[in-house]
């Protein structure tokens, strides 16, 4: 069957429309064309050793019961970059505290948390899974018990707190600490039916998807000792379902919406005013639009309903899924061939070395500049990685000829703290610190 290619315009606000094309190449469905689960995706998230993790919203295996008979359950898959599987994966049950839970509720959601380990959603239950292993570490109930409130996908902040919020309003949107206990409510009522939230790295930002409301909200707190209240409303138009940060330039990724119609209930219901079935990157410092991923539907009529959105370390692969796409692949991949970060060549002269300087300002908030010279033409790599390791920029990853470049490095996603940047060309690998204070 031939791949419907939609369109790539975009309907601006206030019924204006501009052009905006997609900076991003579609790779193909992912890890294959083989995976068609029922309902389609509702979570996907990618650890820092490059491993995707994906759940569908309906059930996709089986497994004994201590009747005898067979039950359905929804199992987590875990694939490597390649496609290929992980050696833990698929996840059919998690246990923590000695306490073994089979995956029979359907996923909410799914996102990674400040170490790179795996939060995700099952109906009325929040668990988190060691990234290296697949290892149940935490579990929260929702309030209310079973069938008082689905959650949500949760978002992480840069501490490690937790904020999770429910489908069907008005529930509060609540903050659990990095240990899974509960320390109270950021907003006492949600207003609109959401899957999602997101919130800023200083953990002062949320944003509420509640995509019966048309729009997105921004509650704000001046610090963690005062309350949370609606400042903004923003991508007006978006009936948002999925939303994500891009590591690598700390762009809010956000889908756009689903098709008039939509369920039975009449949610979504409203055809949104941008291109369906789209993710935009917005620039949260202007509320720009900077990018695009569009879903590759198999025909015109499909009711895709984007669902999950999430990147590779380096933020330049993205891997997306659908709800409502059970005849179809769940997960598409997508590559972007034009990194954001603004490499500069500069003027003169013949360089004969290879060096990294120091970057300018540091400490630094939240923007740096740094400069490199290249002696040799070659494939250019420069990094940045915390503390630990973890990698989490890529600032130039191209072929790139003899000269003096500079590349502004925007950290206004990171935690303040010490990073290590480094540049690797031609076997030359040359590394320096510098220092985020906010």
Request: with cysteine.
């Amino acid at each position: 069957m031939k791949r419907f290619v939609s369109t790539l315009f975009v309907f601006a606000l206030f019924f204006s429309a501009t052009a905006f094309s997609q900076g991003w190449t579609f790779k193909g469905d992912f890890p294959d064309t083989t995976l068609k689960v029922n309902t389609g995706g509702h979570g996907i998230a990618v650890s820092p050793d490059g491993k995707i993790w994906f759940q569908a919203y309906g059930p996709t295996d089986s497994i004994m019961q201590a009747n005898g008979k067979y039950g359905s359950i929804r199992v987590i898959y875990v694939w490597n970059s390649d496609g290929s599987k992980a050696s833990f994966g698929p996840i059919k049950t998690v246990t923590v505290g000695g306490v073994t839970d089979t995956l029979w509720n359907s996923n909410r959601g799914m996102r990674e948390d400040n170490n790179g380990n795996i939060l995700f959603t099952a109906y009325d239950a929040l668990y988190r899974l060691d990234y290296k292993t697949g290892a149940g570490m935490n579990k929260f109930l929702f309030p209310n018990g079973t069938g008082g409130t689905t959650g949500i996908a949760p978002a992480v902040d840069a501490a490690g707190d937790i904020f999770i919020g429910a489908v069907v309003p008005p529930k509060p949107i609540q903050i659990l600490s990095t240990d899974f206990s509960l320390q109270g409510n950021a907003v006492d009522s949600s207003v609109g039916f959401s899957r999602t939230l997101e919130v800023g790295k200083d953990g002062n930002t949320i944003y509420w998807c509640g995509y019966t409301n048309n729009a997105v909200f921004v509650y704000t707190r001046t610090d963690i000792f005062s309350p949370f209240v609606v400042t903004d409303t923003v991508m007006k138009g978006f009936q948002c379902e999925s939303i994500g940060w891009n590591p690598a330039n700390g762009y809010l990724w956000a889908s756009s919406g689903s098709k008039a119609g939509g369920l039975p209930n009449g949610y979504p219901g409203v055809t949104t005013s941008y291109t369906y079935p789209t993710w935009y990157a917005w620039d949260t410092k202007t509320w720009t639009i900077k990018d695009s991923i569009n879903w590759q539907l198999w025909t015109p009529t499909d009711d895709a309903r984007p669902r999950g959105i999430a990147f590779s370390p380096d933020g330049n692969t993205a891997y997306v899924t659908c709800f409502g796409a059970s005849t179809y692949p769940a997960v598409e991949k997508f590559t972007n061939p034009n990194p954001y970060t603004d490499v500069k060549k500069e003027n003169p002269g013949v360089v004969t070395n290879y060096d990294l300087s120091q970057n300018y300002p540091n400490p630094f908030n939240p923007s740096t500049e740094i400069s490199y010279s290249v002696a040799k033409p070659g494939f250019v790599t420069l990094k940045v990685y915390d503390l630990l390791g973890k990698e989490v920029a890529t600032l130039v990853n191209q072929n790139q000829s003899s000269g003096n470049f500079t590349v502004n490095f925007n950290a206004n996603r990171l935690a303040s703290g010490t990073y290590i940047y480094q540049l690797n060309v031609n076997g030359v690998m040359i590394s320096k610190k510098m220092t985020l204070l906010k």
